[in-house]
């Protein structure tokens, strides 16, 4: 086990509605980076966060937004969710500023119907 | 553009012998390259790393290689057990902090 936790394990979501997924840090890890991953494919990057800003972001359009804390957990927050947002959300702590390696916590399984 | 890949989409190997996951990477400006081991539910779990001034590197059962000169990554589980049955990621990291992954190999290991 990383120590990555995610919540929740399962979300059922309509096409329109909003969302918040919540994962928290491996202890003494100041940085989280959240990725997506379709059904049979690996996981594409989304955004990642250090020091409570957003350090770096990937091809995902602005609905997919994000939030970190002064206790290093973080948010994930999608809106206007389209059917295509169904995936599993991973999110990975890592330590800035060492060899950087990403721990991934087990994901949140969200379904757009 | 940026690519990580895999030659083999899914690899079946006899309980154990060993096993050999390819990957290609397009990126020569890439200095760290990492696998991942994904079970099914479960999220990628480290197995080891190596960056661009080593060519080998080795872990419990576990070697990675590293060619620069054709941009090949390969994973080498020695041994192969039940247990390792899942599918491998390779992913290379930019100086942009964003870990990029192949398409990922589905290793089957039979009894």
């Known amino acids: 086990e990383t120590g990555v936790t995610q919540s929740p394990t399962h979300l059922i979501k309509t096409r329109g509605q909003q969302v918040t997924l919540r994962c928290s840090s491996q202890?003494?890890?100041?940085?989280v980076s959240w990725y997506q991953q379709a059904l049979g494919q690996g996981p594409q990057f989304i955004f990642q966060?250090?020091?409570?800003?957003?350090?770096g972001r990937g091809n995902f359009p602005p609905r997919f937004s994000g939030l970190q804390f002064p206790n290093y957990s973080s948010e994930l927050n999608v809106n206007a969710l389209e059917l295509d947002d169904s995936a599993l959300y991973l999110c990975?702590?890592?330590?800035?500023?060492?060899?950087?390696?990403?721990?991934f916590g087990p994901g949140t399984r969200l379904t757009v119907l | 553009g940026e690519s990580v890949g895999l030659h083999l989409p899914t690899l079946s190997v006899q309980e154990g012998d060993n096993s050999i996951i390819n990957c290609a990477y397009s990126?020569?400006?890439?200095?760290?390259f990492i696998w991942y081991k994904q079970e099914s539910g479960k999220g990628p779990q480290f197995i080891i790393d190596?960056?661009?001034?080593?060519d080998k590197r080795q872990g419990q059962r576990v070697t990675v290689l590293l060619n620069k000169t054709v941009k090949h990554l390969s994973l080498q589980i020695a041994a192969t057990q039940p247990g390792d049955s899942a599918v491998y990621f390779c992913a290379e990291k930019n100086a942009g902090n964003m870990l990029t992954f192949g398409g990922g190999t589905r290793l089957m290991v039979k009894p």
């Open positions: 966060y250090y020091r409570e800003e957003e350090n």
């Open positions: 990126n020569s400006a890439s200095d760290y």
């Open positions: 990975a702590s890592s330590l800035q500023g060492s060899r950087d390696t990403q721990y």
């Open positions: 190596i960056r661009s001034n080593m």
């Open positions: 202890s003494g890890h100041n940085t």
